[in-house]
């Protein structure tokens, strides 16, 4: 099992950048896919980006975020620049044991409580 912190949210004006941290227990960190989910008021969770084996990105983040992580650290990251308001919303690190980046919200086992990004106009 593994339990997810994310930290690294706030607010920003549109162009600006943050950097998410998703930080993970327990010694098999390097076995699991980490992805990136985002979920706005309103509005289902989404994918954001993911990695394991590859990396994997929505197109509307393409070019602007950048997924890595270091397992020395049991941390990953996104790096978001070029922030638009419509990236506001509560962001989630999710974990998939023993497998590859996948998309699809349902493939990942475990769930951090989020971080809130709000980008003003």
């Known amino acids: 099992q593994v339990q997810l912190v994310e930290s690294g949210g706030g607010s920003v004006q549109a162009g600006g950048s943050l950097r998410l941290a998703c930080a993970a227990s327990g010694r098999t960190f390097s076995t699991y896919a980490i992805g990136w989910f985002r979920q706005a008021p309103g509005k289902e969770r989404e994918f954001v980006a993911a990695?394991?084996?590859?990396?994997l990105y929505t197109d509307s983040v393409k070019g602007r975020f950048t997924i890595s992580r270091d397992n020395a650290k049991n941390t990953v990251y996104l790096q978001m620049n070029s922030l638009k308001p419509d990236d506001t919303a509560v962001y989630y690190c999710a974990a998939r044991s023993t497998a590859g980046a996948s998309m699809n919200v349902n493939d990942y086992d475990y769930w951090g409580q989020g971080t809130q990004v709000s980008v003003s106009s």
């Open positions: 990695i394991r084996w590859r990396l």
